[in-house]
């Protein structure tokens, strides 16, 4: 009798790193002979990708974490693996929140998955955190989608943002040769893949750290020279790249996405806040009228681009005043979807240390205020989507309406309409547009 495969069940919090770094280890993990178990309460192995850019989304993992670690007590060969961002913050500490614990593995070691396991199954406790030079992936990773991919391009982020824990947990940057790169790309071209998502926390710092680069920063390898490098990779129709920082984006990247027809028009530049004192004590590196610039730039190019951003309310000292100008600034620029949060303070950025933090009332306060006025922008944003034929790349059916199909225009907006996924899936269909809400759209195949 052969033996019942090992299960297994992994949860992602955060971000899109985390999301490309699961799919990752999950293709390590089926490479090693388990299987995927929806329900994480028949998995032998539970693997939680963890986030700590705030605090509620750490909290969020050792509620998770308490209930597997309960049920560690009548199932002692469950394995329970602590990746992320939690993990490369808290370290052995977790071991000792959660003596159950079998392994502890921060980001830079995703690749590492099965080496450590085998740590673990030797009968070790283990904690990987230390720094390490990212070694390419050569498993295949396990992809949500058959659509949709992510590659990355760089890992880690050399900026020192004053509320950020992003370097202390996912270290220096870490470029990928363009080589390495336009390789996954073409594979993904091959099964069938249509869009890419390149991602970088910094994406604009692509290739500052690779041979060839010069002291001044002027260097062959940037993200706009990756752009022409890989932008005709057979079969994928669709390049993203997120997330922008708008101290480094250049006009030349603007024209090479005007040019580049692969490449969508959609920018994802967070501005974090319109003020340029509370810019400054971010450390943003940048001022609201150079922000403004950027998207001028943009929509000179590119009149009907999608523009998306990350803001955050309540940062420490931040007045009412001050507050307003981020309204103001979102007002004035009207974003097709903006990521809102409070302020929180994050153990070892510098922003947690000062005693100008804010009440939580008056952040939550903000932040409503802040979102009413998101969602009325991007309403009207969409408007101008009405009686349009867009292109859809065809992802899912609608969970809600199993008669709909959903996919996304170039542009990023979600959209609904009538059709069958078994012959749409992967297509890229013109689409009417005859409903528009906020942040989706419902419309109608023409043929
Ligand atoms: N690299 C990206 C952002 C990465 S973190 C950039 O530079 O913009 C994703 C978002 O989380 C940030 O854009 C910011 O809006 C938010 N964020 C980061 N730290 C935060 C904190 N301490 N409190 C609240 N929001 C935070
Ligand atoms: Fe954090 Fe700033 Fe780096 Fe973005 S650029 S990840 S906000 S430190
Ligand atoms: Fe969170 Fe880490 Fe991403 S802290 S936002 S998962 S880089």
Not at 45 to 58: G, K, P, S, V
Not at 128 to 156: C, F, L, M, Q
Not at 236 to 248: D, K, L, M, N, Q
Request: glycine content about 6%; charged content about 25%.
């Amino acid at each position: 009798m052969t033996p019942k495969p090992r299960q297994y069940h992994i949860t992602t919090f955060g971000c899109q790193m985390n999301k490309a770094d699961s799919e990752r280890m999950a293709g390590i993990l089926e490479d090693i002979g388990f299987n995927w178990s929806e329900d994480p309460n028949n998995a032998d192995l539970i693997l939680y990708n963890t986030c700590t850019i705030r605090d509620n989304a750490e909290q969020k993992v050792y509620s998770y974490l308490g209930r597997q670690a309960k049920r560690k007590h009548q199932q002692p060969d469950l394995t329970l693996v602590v990746a992320g961002c939690v993990a490369q913050q808290e370290g052995e500490q977790l071991l000792r929140r959660v003596p159950e614990l079998d392994l502890v593995m921060g980001p830079q070691h995703a690749n590492r998955l099965q080496d450590l396991l085998q740590q673990v199954f030797d009968g070790n406790q283990v904690v990987a955190t230390e720094p390490i030079h990212i070694v390419e992936d050569i498993t295949k990773p396990r992809r949500d989608s058959t659509v949709t991919a992510w590659v990355n391009i760089i890992y880690g982020c050399n900026e020192r943002c004053s509320y950020c824990v992003v370097p202390n947990v996912r270290g220096t940057e870490q470029s990928r040769t363009p080589e390495a790169i336009q390789a996954e790309m073409k594979e993904l071209g091959r099964q069938g893949y249509k869009e890419i998502t390149l991602l970088g926390q910094n994406i604009d710092a692509y290739g500052r750290d690779l041979p060839g680069s010069t002291p001044e920063g002027r260097h062959q390898h940037t993200l706009t020279d990756l752009l022409y490098y890989v932008h005709d990779v057979p079969g994928v129709e669709r390049i993203r790249f997120a997330t922008s920082h708008p101290r480094y984006f250049t006009e030349r990247l603007i024209k090479a996405c005007k040019e580049l027809p692969n490449v969508c028009e959609h920018f994802h530049i967070p501005f974090q806040s319109g003020d340029n004192e509370i810019l400054k004590a971010m450390k943003r590196g940048y001022t609201h009228e150079k922000y403004r610039r950027i998207i001028d730039k943009i929509r000179e190019y590119m009149p009907d681009a999608a523009i998306s951003a990350d803001a955050i309310v309540g940062f420490p000292g931040e007045t009412e005043a001050q507050f307003e100008n981020t309204l103001k600034l979102v007002d004035d620029i009207g974003f097709d979807q903006l990521n809102t949060a409070a302020y929180s303070p994050r153990p070892g950025t510098p922003a947690a240390l000062w005693d100008n933090q804010l009440s939580e009332e008056v952040k939550s306060d903000r932040l409503q205020r802040l979102n009413h006025l998101v969602a009325q922008k991007a309403a009207e944003r969409s408007q101008r989507y009405r009686d349009r034929i867009e292109e859809v790349l065809v992802e899912e059916q609608n969970p809600k309406n199993p008669a709909q199909v959903m996919g996304r225009t170039n542009g990023n907006r979600l959209t609904f309409f009538p059709g069958k996924i078994e012959e749409l899936k992967g297509e890229i269909v013109k689409v009417k547009i005859t409903e528009v809400r906020a942040f989706s759209l419902t419309g109608e195949a023409i043929k």
